[in-house]
């Protein structure tokens, strides 16, 4: 990627202050009950915002000079193309609290798609390394989501500038603006850290920048795009049937007993079908196959989330609790785990705070159509977006052995690409080659980064879970979920994800074929005794 020359030129940034993060706080945790959402990315926001609440209510009675503080930066829409100067506001957070000198090492949380509070800075493996490196920690909220969405709305003419590559050039203009702002000493290494699409950003950052972003750390990071992410269901399948998380042989048959349960009653119509509409939160008539098929895939995505977030606090349900309700007494009923899945259903609808788990195909359509931003703080328009025209990661089932329903299937996801921003399926399927050729999927060719995942996240077999030669280091976490690694610490945590923790650039880390912390300290930086 070749650095754009209009990406430090001319940009202002405004003053940097104690962060007011309250307000934002509660304003992004009151969800537009009335809008159709991907229930998977609401369950993440869900997770996110409670765990960055319980950071932040700690951090009350400490003074203000403690406190994240709030910046906003003037980035180029189009850094690419150096007659245009529009610009718009990306915000950032700043920890200093733990900052030894203008030498020391710069931990960059970059955001992904959603927006990104001041919890990033104060939670994760950037705020818990950050006391015994003496480093400073700044969180980037991605374009287009959270608060830096630019002015214009989200039509297709605008959205143009939103990809993983104008997100990487925002990288780059923060690295050079906020080094100078900051007084940050040009010896000064700067280390990406990210989860989830934001842990791709990371690696791909020291990829593609490596003159400017000293290594990285990307955990749970889905580097290879794929059209058709039915892998995904084999994952939860799988970890359905783990005992370290309180799954079992039992807990799988019972989960694919509740969904041929859900098939039949749709078939059956009538008095059935409109009970199961009601017992199942449905917003919609499910007369049509594609509002059954939107039903089908809430409920595919209850049990995901069950094994996507499994142990984390904020989450509804973990596997165990799952499992539980499906197997309900035990007695071979076809008819407990349905009752168990209606539970569960009902805990997940509760916990949002939300009255349906799903609606029409032409709700969903017309929502995701709309171009003024949304202050949920989910970005769905956005990110759909993102997939059509880079990643696909379309969840399916259409795998006999599947233990779910074959609905929906990929054609009704690229469907949306078609009907919400007029893409066709086979320029999806090649914007999906071209992310794999740009990046260079599951073999990046980076050196300096450390791929952190857990077996149990579906999202992991997208990811680098083996190392890639000296430079290119891997951590599995047995039993861990999806960024479980950058969640706060609990006392429930294994002994391994304990230890995954400590990995990053601590001195037992190995990147390249030498110790992460020999090499910072290459470049003046001590290790600090934790206090």
Request: aromatic content about 8%; proline content about 5%; overall charge neutral.
């Amino acid at each position: 990627m070749e650095e754009p020359s209009a990406l430090h030129r001319g940009l202002d940034i405004m003053a940097v202050g104690p962060a007011l993060w309250l307000g934002p706080l509660l304003l992004f945790s009151l969800w537009e009950g009335s809008a159709p959402v991907s229930l998977l990315r609401r369950l993440g926001e869900h997770i996110r915002q409670l765990q960055e609440s319980s950071v932040l209510g700690l951090s009350l009675s400490q003074e203000a000079a403690t406190l994240p503080k709030e910046g906003w930066l003037a980035q180029l829409l189009d850094p690419f193309n150096t007659s245009d100067r529009r610009s718009f506001l990306q915000r950032y957070w700043v920890n200093d609290q733990h900052w030894a000198s203008q030498n020391g090492p710069v931990f960059l949380h970059l955001g992904g798609e959603g927006s990104l509070g001041p919890g990033a800075v104060m939670r994760g493996h950037p705020a818990a390394l950050a006391p015994a490196w003496g480093a400073l920690v700044i969180g980037l909220e991605h374009r287009f989501y959270g608060l830096s969405v630019p002015a214009g709305g989200l039509d297709r003419a605008q959205l143009r500038f939103l990809s993983s590559r104008h997100a990487l050039a925002d990288v780059v203009s923060a690295r050079l603006t906020l080094s100078r702002l900051l007084n940050v000493s040009s010896s000064s290494p700067w280390v990406c850290f990210g989860g989830s699409y934001a842990g791709s950003l990371a690696a791909w950052a020291r990829l593609k920048f490596p003159h400017l972003i000293f290594a990285a750390v990307a955990s749970s990071a889905p580097v290879r795009a794929v059209l058709d992410f039915s892998v995904y269901n084999e994952v939860v399948s799988r970890s359905l049937t783990s005992a370290a998380i309180g799954g079992s042989w039992e807990c799988r048959a019972a989960a694919s007993t509740a969904f041929a349960e859900v098939e039949r009653r749709l078939r059956a119509g009538g008095a059935a079908r409109a009970a199961l509409r009601a017992e199942l939160g449905a917003c919609a008539s499910l007369g049509r196959a594609e509002d059954q098929a939107e039903l089908l895939g809430a409920l595919q995505a209850v049990v995901g989330g069950a094994v996507q977030y499994d142990g984390q606090a904020g989450t509804p349900l973990n596997v165990r609790q799952l499992c539980g309700l499906l197997q309900g007494g035990g007695n071979g009923s076809r008819l407990m785990p349905y009752g168990g899945l209606r539970q569960a259903v009902q805990v997940v609808l509760h916990r949002l705070g939300q009255r349906c788990l799903s609606y029409s195909r032409a709700e969903t359509v017309a929502q995701l159509r709309v171009t003024e931003p949304q202050m949920s703080g989910v970005g769905d328009r956005q990110w759909l977006y993102q997939t059509c025209t880079e990643f696909g990661f379309y969840v399916t089932c259409e795998d006999p052995k599947c233990p779910f329903s074959q609905l929906p299937a990929l054609p009704s996801h690229l469907e949306l690409c078609e009907q919400v921003f007029g893409l066709s399926t086979s320029s999806v399927a090649q914007a999906v080659a071209q992310t794999n050729s740009y990046y260079g999927g599951q073999s990046p060719g980076a050196t300096q980064v450390l791929f952190v995942n857990g077996d149990a996240d579906p999202w992991h077999v997208l990811s680098v879970t083996q190392a890639l030669g000296p430079s290119v280091s891997a951590l599995l976490i047995p039993g861990a979920s999806h960024c479980m690694d950058m969640a706060p610490e609990r006392p429930s945590d294994s002994p391994s994800l304990r230890l995954g923790r400590q990995e990053p650039l601590f001195a037992q880390s190995r990147i390249g074929g030498t110790l992460v912390g020999q090499n910072l300290r290459g470049h003046g930086v001590t290790l600090r005794s934790a206090k």
